[in-house]
């Protein structure tokens, strides 16, 4: 059994497939998991989200899932979210139409971290960024989602884990790990670049160059 984590999705699903295919992806026995933001900026967020639910995705949430939320929730459009990516949803959402309680459910216990410890190796997996004095279970949910600091500035987290996802934060290039064992895996599939999937455990990446 592997535990595999995705990069930023951000609505790429012909990504999605590829790369799991290169990482020879098998639901019958690998989990699967993501450090968030699943939709927007690419063309087939429906489908990612139905990829999701279909193949139990332990995903975090990321500042995009949040929008969406509000969008099905509430009917929220607010432009910032439809600068980045908003418009490209809606429309991938009324075409590939989707039961909405699957999808609403599927959000709704969507978690804002997770605590794993695969072959002994303690992980936590966010999204965003953290503030190292504060426990995962104190943190505000809104450094969690949006913090870029965490990352930038090669913090030490002063926690006690092997090892911390994230993403949130696109990187030019591919998935790196700072001095304090914390771990990007958004290489940018929301720009047109890549999606990656890591080995947790092995650190072994599998990329897809979208363009």
């Given amino acids: 059994m592997r535990h595999l984590i ?7 699903f012909d990504a999605l497939i590829r790369v799991l295919k290169k990482a ?7 989990i699967l998991y993501c450090v968030g933001d699943l939709t927007d900026r690419g063309p087939d967020s429906a489908k990612v989200l139905d990829f999701c639910i279909r193949h139990e995705v332990c995903s ?7 929008w969406f939320m509000d969008y099905l929730t509430r009917g929220l459009t607010p432009s910032v979210w439809l600068r980045q990516g908003g418009y490209e949803t809606i429309a991938s959402w009324k075409k590939d139409i989707l039961t909405r309680e699957p999808v609403l459910d599927y959000y709704q216990k ?6 794993i410890q695969p072959e002994g190796i303690s992980i936590a997996i966010i999204h965003g960024g953290l503030i ?12 969690l989602t949006w913090d870029r600091y965490f990352w930038m500035f090669e913090q030490d987290p002063k926690l006690s884990y092997d090892r ?17 064992n914390v771990i990007n895996v958004d290489t940018g599939a929301g720009y047109n670049q890549k999606l990656t999937v ?6 072994g990446k599998f990329e897809y160059k979208i363009y």
Avoid: W
């Fill in 132 to 143: 190292p004095e504060i426990p995962l279970i104190k943190q505000d949910s809104a450094v």
């Fill in 164 to 180: 911390i996802f994230l993403g949130h934060t696109a990187l030019s290039g591919s998935a790196r790990i700072n001095k304090h």
């Fill in 24 to 30: 020879d992806y098998d639901p019958s026995c690998d």
């Fill in 6 to 12: 995705l990069g930023d999705i951000h609505g790429q």
């Fill in 60 to 66: 975090v949430r990321g500042n995009h899932d949040i």
């Fill in 110 to 115: 969507m978690p804002y971290y997770r605590e």
């Fill in 198 to 203: 890591m080995d947790m455990v092995t650190l």
